[in-house]
């Protein structure tokens, strides 16, 4: 899928993400809690998975100056932004930046490093077709003490009928679908690598936050 699905992310991010980060902050809620959560040990490796526009890349490198961090998108415009705000940040030299497909991907030929400490999606999986083998890749890529972290679109299970149909509409015009088995497949693919898993339903199903270790 990958050259088609970059076009399509290519295409979706061209003009958005001038405003991305300024409209997303309203919607794309959790975000900070699961940055708050990764609390890497000194010298811990980090990596987003669909990264976009750097945001998320640079609130952990200032919260967390004792980590290095990595991150990948398929889309280069994403990318183009991501690279900006990171100068512009100053965390060049703390964050690493690529283009890769989530739905395939090692780090080893990303990075050049063959395990990370923690592994997060953050409104990701939500737009990737092959979302299962995403998190597949993911917990391949993860230390054996290491953390997966995820945070998406839930199912707004006790929002209000209305809500749901208007947002889901909203999502699917950016290709959005938040996956109604995240929670399950997450739980399953964690327990075949041998791990545990947590699920948590934010803002009354809105979002959805996943953890395996
Ligand atoms: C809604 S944005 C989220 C960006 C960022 N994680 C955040 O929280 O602000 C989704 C991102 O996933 C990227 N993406 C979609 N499919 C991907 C794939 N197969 N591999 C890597 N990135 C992908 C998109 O290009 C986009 O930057």
Redesign the pocket.
Known sequence: ??SN??S???G??KSQ?HI??FT?KYY?LG?DQLIFDLKPDYGQTIL?????????LIQAARLYPWAKFYG????E???IT?RKNIEKARLSDRIILVQ??????SCQDLFGIEKMDRV?????L?????WQD?IEQGLKALEKEGSLHI?DFGQQEDLPSFFKTILKQWLKA???VPRADLAIKTAEQAEKAGRRHSFKPLYKGYSWGLKAW
């Open positions: 899928m990958s699905h970059a399509l992310m290519d979706v991010y993400r991305y980060d997303r794309l975000r987003e998975v669909g990264c976009g526009t750097g945001r998320n990948f998108d398929i889309s415009e994403m990318l991501a890769g497909d989530a739905s395939n991907f997060f999606y953050s409104y990701t939500s737009m990737i077709p092959p995403a945070i950016f290709h959005v």
